[in-house]
């Protein structure tokens, strides 16, 4: 059986050029690059080729570039640093549909730390308001962080126009770009942003491997204290060969953008027009213009997301749900929650995310197949259209 | 991905029993969309009170789809009697065991088979109502003091954690996890802090050392922190040791020159009325 990869919002291939230019640093080149013989040292000079060429693809300098462990990382990172260099401010701006690596952080510093949160809201397309952001922004505001795009749906926030108006204001500005790099074109020096987080395994790099942007001059205080290594920003021994994966993951990402701004938009347009034209009782969650190009988040009314996923697995198809019950949570996707999608929907939601790998042939077998896994499913199902909306529960529900 | 047994994979791909039931003598309906699960019974039962068929539709996961197709399989050939006696653990252990996640998914089995026996017995209607069976104790997925007890009791569950696997109290907002640790308490036989029998006794009587911290941690969380942080300040808790609680006060709080007033006036006065009038607060 074949598999039909199209969960690459969740962790993508390793490129074979990537590996290929890893490989030797895991066999022959394997010293450390802070040792004093020549052995270690010949790594330094692939490591500068490596940071120049994550520089290049965000257009930035080599030296705001700071390597991390993942993407997770360099959020908390960015956000800990502001806070630090700016001890007597103690509010955050934040939205309600980040990854973990931001809420989670943003409700411990809230709960453990004494710092108030605002979480920007989402509309029904799952984009901000730019005049609700700009209430927001208090005088004691330490730092901005906001996605560049959604994991879950794809929707790219006006990220360049929020910076621009922390900057008036004199307050940092973050942006979780890890689902952004590769897919949007992105020029750091003609934007404002002060800090923008990324990970090598969502653009065909191998896991494990990170980078945050500093921009140069801002006040910056280092999470991992130690060694001198990424001079002082970053303790702890390198990966190396992560590193020059990375390097070469962004290289091929800035020749490949074009093409997922293309063919794998058309791609993933052929899927989501093929679903939502055969498929009754299905929505699209999310802006349909303003999003990543690789990204589609569809919900199938009357259906749970985990059965339809099991079932796409039978078929070899891998993507991804908001469902509640993929996570052990009981409650669906806080994203699509936030966009206010009706429960009958948001527990049925599935996303496909692609990469340059998929083809016509996969899309079409999806297309294929799913419809009948949908059918399936709501035979078995007790509700229907015509009956429960979804928007009340036999059961009191309480409020967010 | 959830560790799925074969048979769990199995009832889930090829369903058993799947469908509706015209004549019906008995149907059960327990759940809903909002609440991410619903499971519609149908029962055959003859003269003799014997289940000759049992159907079901089901909107849920796939062990909700797995456990309702074993329970169906279960039912048939069974007397209305021994049907009764079927439990959540019975439907689990036919799967060979779900998930402790999923336990719910069974315990939904439970409930429509009991709604299907009551509407049976005429009893009832299809839909289960929760009106008269006790207080409602989570709000989020409706559920009442006594299904939570019945749950905690029969699958003897210990943590607040083991309770919201297996009846989904809890999952939601999260408000009604105090009352989840006094029913708890109250199934195995301990004093629940809000059920204050005798007038004089502080809230705090006849809590376990747990249950006495997690009362503490409550009322710093909800009554406490909440005023510190309009200062710009907070309260982290150090540790308990019996009436001695240490604290340190973050953010605006921790500088401030009025630090032990706060702990005195403020931290300690809302612990000893909330939880025991005996407790002494120190910087951790």
């Known amino acids: ?298 919900s199938f009314g009357y259906i749970e997301g985990e059965a339809i996923l099991l079932m796409l697995d039978q078929l070899g198809i891998c993507a991804s749900s908001g469902s509640a019950c993929t996570s052990g949570s009981l409650e669906p996707s806080h994203v699509l929650r936030a966009m206010g999608v009706p429960y009958n929907f948001a527990h049925g939601s599935i996303r496909f995310s692609l990469s340059r790998y998929n083809t016509e042939e996969e899309v079409d077998f999806i297309i294929e197949n799913l419809p009948k896994v949908i059918e399936t499913l709501r035979k078995l199902s007790p509700f229907s259209a015509e009956g429960d909306d979804g928007s009340s529960c036999t059961t009191p529900r309480s409020t967010e | 991905m959830w560790e799925y047994t074969d048979l769990v994979k199995d009832h889930f791909l090829n369903p058993r029993n799947a469908g509706t039931m015209d004549d019906a003598d008995g149907i059960g309906e327990v759940g809903s969309l909002a609440c991410g699960d619903a499971l519609k019974l149908y029962l055959k039962i003859d003269d003799n009170g014997i289940i000759q068929d049992a159907k079901f539709q089901t909107f849920g996961c796939a062990s909700a789809i797995a456990s309702s197709s074993a329970l169906t399989e279960l039912l048939k050939g069974k007397s209305v009697e021994e049907a009764q006696k079927l439990t959540n653990k019975d439907i689990a252990d036919y799967l060979g065991g779900l998930p402790r996640e999923k336990m719910h998914c069974s315990v939904m089995g439970q409930e429509a088979l009991e709604q299907a026996l009551k509407n049976y017995r005429g009893e009832a209607g299809t839909v289960a109502e929760h009106q008269h069976e006790g207080e409602l104790i989570c709000e989020c997925f409706g559920l009442m003091d006594e299904e939570i007890l019945r749950a905690i009791k029969e699958n003897d569950l210990k943590t607040v954690e083991d309770v919201t696997n297996f009846t989904k109290a809890g999952g939601g907002c999260g408000k009604c996890i105090p009352d989840l640790e006094n029913l708890l308490a109250q199934a195995h036989g301990e004093k629940a802090a809000c059920s204050v029998p005798e007038a004089s006794a502080p809230p705090a009587a006849g809590l376990t050392n747990m249950q006495r911290m997690h009362l503490i941690e409550q009322v710093i969380d909800e009554e406490i922190r909440p005023m510190l942080q309009k200062d710009g300040g907070n309260i982290e808790l150090v540790d308990v040791d019996r009436t001695d609680v240490y604290v340190r006060l973050l953010g605006m709080c921790a500088g401030c020159p009025s630090s032990q007033a706060t702990l005195t006036g403020l931290v300690e006065a809302q612990l000893r009325e909330k939880v025991d009038p005996e407790i002494s607060i120190k910087e951790g």
């Open chain 1, 1 to 298: 059986m074949q598999t039909i990869y199209m969960d690459n919002n969740a962790t993508t291939k390793v490129d074979p050029e990537v590996l290929g230019e890893m490989m030797p640093y895991f066999t022959d080149l394997y010293g450390n690059p802070s040792s004093m013989h020549r052995f270690g040292g010949q790594i330094g000079a692939k490591m500068v080729e490596a940071r120049k060429r994550v520089a290049d693809l965000l257009g930035c300098e080599p030296d705001e570039i700071i390597f991390t462990a993942c993407g997770t990382e360099s959020d908390n990172t960015a956000i800990r640093s502001a806070l630090s260099a700016r001890p007597d401010k103690k509010h955050i701006v934040t939205s309600r549909v980040e990854h973990p690596a931001i809420l989670s952080l943003c409700k411990h510093l809230e709960k453990r730390e004494g710092y108030a949160v605002t979480y920007l809201s989402v509309d029904e397309s799952g984009n901000v308001d730019l005049e609700e952001f700009r209430k927001s922004l208090r005088d004691d505001t330490a730092i901005v962080s906001v996605m560049w795009a959604n994991n879950e749906t794809g929707v790219i926030f006006p990220v360049e126009e929020m910076a621009t108006i922390c900057r008036e204001r004199d307050i940092i500005f973050h942006t979780d770009a890890v689902q952004a790099v590769g897919k949007v074109a992105i020029d750091l020096r003609k934007t404002p942003i002060d800090m923008l987080s990324l990970s090598g395994h969502k653009l065909h790099a191998p896991k494990g491997i990170g980078a945050l942007f500093v921009r140069k001059r801002l006040p910056y205080r280092p999470f991992l204290i130690g060694g001198h290594q990424e001079r002082g920003r970053r303790a702890g021994t390198e990966n190396t060969a992560g590193v020059i994966g990375l390097g070469k993951a962004c290289e091929l990402a800035g020749q490949h953008i074009e093409d997922e701004n293309t063919r794998v938009k058309a791609l993933r347009d052929r899927l989501e027009n093929g679903l939502l034209d055969i498929i009754p009782h299905a929505r699209l969650n999310g802006d349909r213009q303003n999003r990543l190009p690789n990204t589609t988040n569809i």
